[in-house]
């Protein structure tokens, strides 16, 4: 990757954050001196990597995240040959599934781009805060569960006869793909083709996102719509 990339990523992310260059370094817990040279001259690497995705992430500024994801990947060589293009990672965008959805990202973009009410677009964007920062923490779950599947030499995956790292290797783009699949509550079978896994794979995968703290979100929705059905049943039967 580039380093004019890297550095101009660091000025977009302080720009975006409306922070000097001294609040950013305090923010960072680092020099003023060793900001202007991520900005300038010398890019940041390593650990400050994901320090800096962290940040962009928490903030809503994904572009700036997926740049030093894909740093910090290609530091450490973690995209396998198959992933070898210029950015690889990006972080999760969501296509629209039917009609209803398709008309409200329409409206939400119509409100954006020529409404003449910029409350209206404050009051729609602080209700999507929380959501926009509820993906965010699952994306940043995801990526550290693969992270760590791919570098630790002895994560054997419960069930299984091989490690993770026998299967991928250190394609960490697939691994991190698949388990984003497997958190979305994609169907086995679909995933186990798709990445010529067996399907024994994918259920001892959703074991571990499931040990590690990572909802499966279709099963949680379709719980909670069942839990409420069932409430609301108890309460027409409390009536009678």
Known sequence: MPRNEITAAVRSLRSRLGDTQQRFANRMGMA???????????????????????LAVNNG??????????????????????SASQNPFQYLRLAPRNDREEELIQALLWTARYSESGTALQNI???????????????????????????????VVPGLPLTVRDRFGKDLLSL???LQGIGLGESDTGLASSFQVPIS???????????????IINTVQQAETKK?????HQERRDRK
Do not use: W
């Open 176 to 178: 991190r793909t698949l």
């Open 61 to 82: 500024c994904f572009s700036e995240a997926a740049i030093f994801r894909n740093a910090f990947y290609e530091e450490f060589q973690l995209c396998g040959p198959e």
């Open 201 to 215: 794979m994918i259920k001892a995968l959703k074991k571990v996102l499931s040990d590690v703290g990572i909802p």
């Open 125 to 155: 964007e602080k209700h999507l805060k929380s959501y926009s920062l509820e993906k965010a923490k699952f994306e940043a779950a995801i990526n550290d569960a693969a992270l760590e599947l791919t570098i630790v030499d002895d994560c």
């Open 32 to 54: 003023i001196s060793t900001v202007v040279r991520y900005e300038l001259s010398r890019p940041p690497r390593g650990r400050v990597l994901r320090d800096l995705e962290n």
């Open 228 to 232: 409420k059905h069932h409430q609301k």
